[in-house]
């Protein structure tokens, strides 16, 4: 029965997730077409991929079909992202750039607003200026722009288009070709907007456009820059004093770098270029030079491409050989010499032989390559290159001279050199074979017959090597020559390559050959490497043009169970499992089970094929009549027929056919089974008796049911739907990022928006514990989200919580301790478990979590300063870490984002543990170890952005403009104030006195520290009374209650746009959060301190115990240097503490009178219990030590602390439905928040602190 059904299998019946990873690798776009004509459905998918990159030859009559491509009902108009415009090669080329202007005009009126992402313009005529206009003010997306010459000067004329900065907003990419004064202006304008470059590409055309600009005024000189870089890059003068930019790329080309290489090295940071291209550039051995001091060498340079015609001293050559020597971990490496007398030292190409995979190297001695032969390398530096560059995918050199008609003993040679490399993909000879000893010269085709059976004996040669090694030979193309067509779309003569291929002869013996393929269509050649591969890989040497990376490194590595078998994928493979680009392919739902599915159906095919019996029409078996009607039919009240889906009548309307509504069923309800759907859904389904671990019957039961249902895709689909999603990130970045300044939000809005928690469940459990940690200390912002069916499934905000924490236990799975690749975000997940156990009052998941977060930093070197070494216990001898055996290359190396990541996350650890401490926990249960002399602390995190923080790079903050850091590193130093009281409490224990001589000058050094944080706060972060305090000095808003119908009068800026654009409009609400957080913390430290000095000194005058042992002081003499300070007065000290007090009092008025309600709800719970703590505390003492200003304001704390005391959620239950309380009370809840505003504003009409007399 199961081999029947398998056999019926076809390829329409399968999901349209599994033809989308067929598609996928479908690359040839004629064969994409012929998929787009076969039906509705394929076409849906395969335009996708067809209109990514778009290129049209315009200027000719074919103009006019233009019209059919532009039709609004092109689906796959929506998808173009880039855009490649050339002039059609016509005889009649009269007007032809008029018609050219007019048809780009037409394309640029008729395409989608906002999705190109790249638009270029390949001939050197000028483009239309108008053109230009209208382009910028519809495309306000794009990644890549080009400064070219233009019709006519409009740059002043750019810069007043609406929402000018928004065409520059998502810039990476600069393509720069001046030709002109009016061009550089152009540029200028495009260097100077563009804040966000990844890649710079400088072609200087002044030869071609026979410029009237002179030379030596274009190019840099001994007495300063010149025109290209002082007008180019004027905004950045003096170059000395600007900070460079940080560029991933940067093409030079036919720039004068003799004297300009120290320019540019003044305003480009090369330390972070990952790949440099420099083409035709004289002077560029100045460049390397450069490039070759320690301070400018760059650190992760993955490819260097150098195209030079050397002098006669060969200068360039000998600068590259330093270079190279210089430099480590190149991957990709072309060299093109001309005027050469050798080619580059073979020293300088082994030293990155652990990471080169394409190497190219030409060189010629005469500057036209006709003349003279390439170089060839000697025998031993080939075979050594071979033997040592293990990785190499792709070689491009020169082989000794061979003719076709036999082989030369050194061509043998090199070829057996070639078996040293197992991963060799694509090889190319770039010298032409002979015919020798034939004299005449042979036909063409004769000549490629006769070369193609050269390429099969390579082929050959590279199986047998790869046989003996007992490995599969990977090599996959053999051509010959070099092209000269490689900008162009045209093949070229002066190349031929051929691909390998099998023949099988009549005995059945399976053979390699040689297939001769044009170079265009090289492109779209799909090799299949290995057997073991999981999918056709396109070697590095066809991947023409540029390729598209994000702006932030990835920053949450996949887990290795995220991929099936991991360890069989080639690295340049793992990555084909995504979409790519990512946002414009639908998601695919379960990448491991779509693929055991789609290797499921590929055997019944292929079973089909090989085993299935004859089948006569008569034993055809029907389709499966449907079980009901699709949802148009069944609302329509139509009959359906059984073609679908989609069915005739979906089909003939146009509208997609879907099986979303509910079944029902007829007679009575079945109760039982709507309760297990229930429990279902709520993820608390039953079992059939007791579970104990130790019963073998129900771990059986476990193993079966996991054998028999394959796991539930985890996505963040199983929290809440994307719009709900979305707000809720939102939410979390607004609300919660203030006082938790992580995960980095760029690199993880750009990991959302490609969906990586369906690939990677470390990033999934992140998200999880996020929106755990949002809901459950802000519980009725995200149910203001939550559509009426979410409010069904989640009647609480417990039950979301509880929901996000089995995804994200789900998500990381056992084990995910043992990881090799544990991070950062890791801490982070553990970290917001913990804070969400605190919120829900579940203690023992705060200290689990907490205490886990401690441990991740700890294991990743975080928990320390950068410059103290990470300690290898493998290490001997004395002072490992800084002995004379230390070995710094061993240390753990990581990016900026990480760094700064940990530190922040240390310090809000160390916040969260020292609040512990003070609300009464002991030191005993989360321990922060102080800072020594050997071991210090991290340092604070820089006070800048998260946009300004790249991986390899950080940016200045704005001018004037205040981070989000500032505030966080202020409450931190308010906690590090106390450091020697917790040192000496450490030592001796809380609340013991010991020596009360010292302990009054820790107490008052503390205090006097504390006091001094807020010295220099920004005017942002400060509450000021008597009413000044508000948005920028502006009169308060008023307070709405926090329900859905007032959201757009209480946060009307941030319902303006959602998303990371967002973050002007969010910093106001998130510097009130902090200030809140600032001044909470700070007088709960100033009271806390206060009241041990008055506990301390109670126990001092009962004290009449003898006095203490020479033993206790000798340990409390080693604490002086805690309190270096002189003690003052013990009675002037206490007098200070009286008054301080008072003034403890004053502060907590001013800030329960002056903060916000909007900003004190996201942090409610642990702002609440600050505050009463302070208050029952002043409210305790006995009345005759209260001070003036208790007494004269017990009124209004009284009042105060019962309405506080009525929002904290002092209990889970209380916030429980399923409790015997019932469900929460959310108009009381509102109440409350309602009192404490009336009795707000009635102590601000009193005059506040300064209204009594």
């Not at 120290?262 to 100045?286: E, H, L, M, P, S």
């Not at 679908?644 to 509910?662: M, V």
């Not at 929106?771 to 912002?781: D, E, G, M, N, Q």
Request: hydrophobic share 35%; net charge negative; with cysteine.
């Amino acid at each position: 029965m199961g081999s029947s059904s398998m056999a019926r299998l076809q390829f329409m019946d399968l999901s349209v997730d599994i033809k989308t990873l067929i598609v996928q690798h479908v690359i040839r776009p004629t064969d994409l077409k012929n998929l787009c004509l076969v039906c509705k459905q394929l076409h849906e998918i395969s335009v996708r991929s067809l209109y990514n990159t778009v290129a049209l030859d315009i200027g000719s009559p074919s103009d006019m079909k233009l019209g059919a491509f532009l039709n609004p009902k092109n689906i796959g108009l929506k998808h173009v992202r880039q855009l490649d415009l050339y002039l059609a090669d016509v005889l009649d080329k009269c007007n032809q750039l008029v018609q050219a202007n007019f048809a780009i005009r037409m394309i640029l009126e008729l395409l989608p607003e906002n999705i190109l992402e790249k638009f270029s313009w390949h001939p050197w005529s000028p483009f239309s200026g108008d053109n230009l206009i209208l382009l910028y003010k519809k495309q306000k997306r794009m990644k890549w722009l080009e400064g070219i010459a233009l019709d006519r000067d409009v740059t002043e004329e750019i810069q007043k288009i609406p929402e000018f900065d928004k065409v520059f907003e998502n810039t990476k990419k600069l393509r720069l070709y001046p030709d002109s004064r009016e061009v550089l202006d152009f540029c200028h304008m495009l260097v100077r907007e563009s804040k966000k470059l990844d890649k710079i590409t400088l072609h200087a055309s002044f030869e071609e456009s026979d410029s009237v600009i002179p030379s030596r005024e274009l190019n840099d000189s001994s007495t300063g820059p010149g025109l290209i870089c002082s007008v180019m890059f004027s905004h950045m003068q003096p170059f000395a004093k600007c900070t460079p930019m940080a560029l991933k790329e940067l093409t030079l080309q036919k720039i004068n770098l003799r004297y300009a290489a120290d320019t540019y090295c003044k305003f480009i940071n090369f330390r972070t270029v990952k790949a440099i291209r420099i083409f035709g550039c004289a002077g560029a051995d100045a460049l390397f030079a450069e490039l070759s001091k320690s301070s400018m060498l760059p650190e992760k340079l993955e490819t260097l491409a150098f195209k030079h015609e050397d002098n006669l001293e060969n200068d360039g050559l000998g600068a590259l050989d330093g270079f190279m020597c210089l430099v480590t971990g190149v991957k990709v490496l072309t060299i093109d010499f001309r005027n050469a007398k050798s080619l580059p030292a073979s020293a300088g190409i082994i030293r990155h032989s652990k990471s080169l995979t394409t190497l190219n190297i030409h060189a010629t001695p005469a500057p036209d390559i006709d003349t003279y032969d390439e170089l060839v390398y000697d025998y031993p530096s080939f075979l050594q290159i071979c033997k040592d560059c293990q990785l190499l995918e792709q070689l491009s050199m020169a082989f000794p001279t061979v003719s076709v008609i036999r082989k030369a003993e050194s061509f043998v040679n090199f070829e057996s050199c070639l078996g040293e490399l197992p991963n060799l993909v694509t090889l190319n000879i770039t010298t032409w074979p002979s015919n020798s000893p034939s004299s005449p010269k042979l036909p063409r085709n004769v000549y490629e017959h006769l070369l193609q059976g050269l390429a099969t004996q390579g082929f050959e040669q590279s199986v047998a090597h790869a046989t003996a090694q007992n490995r599969s030979s990977r090599l996959a193309i053999i051509a010959f020559g070099s092209s000269d067509k490689v900008y162009d779309r045209e093949d070229s003569q002066n190349q031929i390559i051929f691909v390998k291929g099998k023949q099988i002869d009549p005995l059945g013996n399976e053979t390699s050959t040689a297939v001769q393929i044009g170079w265009c269509l090289r492109q779209f050649v799909s090799v299949l490497a290995t057997p073991s591969a999981p999918f056709p890989a396109t070697p590095h040497a066809v991947q023409l043009g540029d390729t598209f990376d994000g702006h932030y490194a990835p920053a949450y590595p996949a887990s290795p169970n995220s991929l099936e078998n991991p360890q069989h994928q080639h690295p340049q493979h793992q990555q084909q499992l995504q979409y790519s680009p990512p946002n414009i392919y639908p998601k695919i739902e379960n990448l491991d089970i779509l693929q055991q599915q789609a290797q499921h159906a590929s055997h019944a095919l292929s079973d089909q094929r090989n085993h299935a019996p004859a089948i006569t029409v008569d034993q055809i078996p029907k389709p499966n009549r449907l079980r009901k009607a699709c949802d148009s039919c069944s609302i329509r009240k139509v009959k359906c027929d059984e073609s679908g889906p989609p069915c005739r009548a979906c089909t003939a309307l146009e509208i997609p056919c879907t099986f979303d509504r509910p079944s029902r069923r007829r007679g009575p309800p079945n109760r039982h089974a709507e309760a297990i759907k229930k429990r279902r859904l709520d993820g608390t389904e039953i079992h059939s008796g007791p579970s104990t671990p130790a019963s073998p019957t129900n771990a059986a039961h476990a193993l079966a049911q996991l054998s028999s249902h394959p796991p539930h895709h985890l996505s963040a689909d199983m929290i809440a739907s994307l719009p709900t999603m979305n707000a809720l990130i939102d939410d979390f970045f607004t609300y919660i990022h203030p006082l938790c300044p992580f995960p980095h939000e760029p690199s993880f809005r750009e990991a959302w928006e490609r969906r990586e928690d369906y690939t990677n469940p470390a990033f999934l459990a992140l998200l999880a514990s996020m929106i755990s940690a949002l809901v459950a200390s802000f519980p009725r912002k995200p149910r203001m989200h939550l559509k009426l069916k979410a409010r069904n499934q989640y009647p609480s905000h417990l039950s979301l919580v509880e929901k996000c924490r089995e995804v994200c236990a789900q998500a990381r799975g056992p084990g995910y301790l043992d990881r090799p690749n544990l991070n950062v975000y890791d801490a982070c997940t553990s970290y917001f478990l913990g804070l969400t156990g605190a919120y829900i009052f579940q203690w023992r998941q705060l200290r689990l979590y907490f205490g886990e977060c401690q441990t991740i930093l700890r294991s990743l070197g975080l928990h320390k300063s950068p410059d103290q070494p990470y300690t290898f216990l493998d290490r001997t001898g004395p002072g490992d870490s800084s002995g004379s055996n230390f070995d710094p290359s061993r240390d753990l190396k990581m990016d900026n984002i990480t760094e700064q990541i940990g530190h922040r996350l240390f310090w809000t650890l160390f916040v969260g543990v020292r609040t512990i401490q003070q609300l009464g926990g002991s030191f005993g249960e989360l321990t922060m170890l102080p800072s020594t002399v050997t071991e210090h602390l991290p340092p604070l995190p820089i006070e800048v952005d998260d946009a300004c923080i790249y991986p390899q790079q950080i940016m200045q903050q704005e001018p004037g403009a205040v981070s989000t850091i500032t505030g966080f590193n202020k409450n931190v130093c308010i906690y590090n104030s106390y450091s020697a009281l917790s040192i000496a409490e450490m030592m001796f224990g809380i609340d013991q006195l010991y020596d009360w001589g010292l302990q009054q000058r820790v107490l008052d050094q503390c205090l006097q520290q504390c006091k001094e944080v807020l010295d220099d706060l920004p005017e942002v972060l400060k509450v000021l009374p008597d009413g000044q305090n508000g948005y920028n000095g502006q009169k308060r808003p008023p307070y709405y209650p926090p329900m859905p119908e007032y959201m757009e009068f209480r946060d009307p800026a941030m319902n303006q746009f959602n998303g990371p654009e967002s973050l002007e409009s969010r910093r106001p609400a998130q510097f009130e959060i902090q200030k809140a957080n600032i001044y909470v913390s700070h007088v709960s430290i100033r009271s806390y301190i206060v009241e041990k000095y008055f506990s301390l000194l109670e126990k001092h005058r009962e004290s009449t115990q003898e006095p203490q042992q020479p033993s206790h002081y000798a340990l409390s003499a080693g604490l002086d240097r805690l309190a270096p300070h002189p003690a003052r007065d013990p009675d002037v000290l206490e007098k200070a503490m009286s008054e301080e007090r008072e003034q403890v009092v004053k502060d907590l008025l001013i800030v329960l009178g002056s903060i916000d309600m909007v900003n004190m709800e996201p942090n409610n719970n642990s702002l609440t219990r600050k505050v009463r703590s302070i208050a029952s505390t002043l409210l305790e003492i006995p009345k005759e030590h209260r001070g003036s200003t208790t007494l004269e304001h017990q009124d209004y704390l009284y009042k105060f602390l019962d309405v506080l005391s009525k929002l904290e959620r002092v209990s889970a239950a209380g916030s429980d439905p399923s409790s015997n309380g019932g469900p929460v009370d959310e108009e009381e809840e509102l109440r409350h928040w309602a009192d404490l505003r009336e009795y707000q504003l009635k102590f601000q009409e009193r005059g506040g602190i300064y209204g009594f007399s």
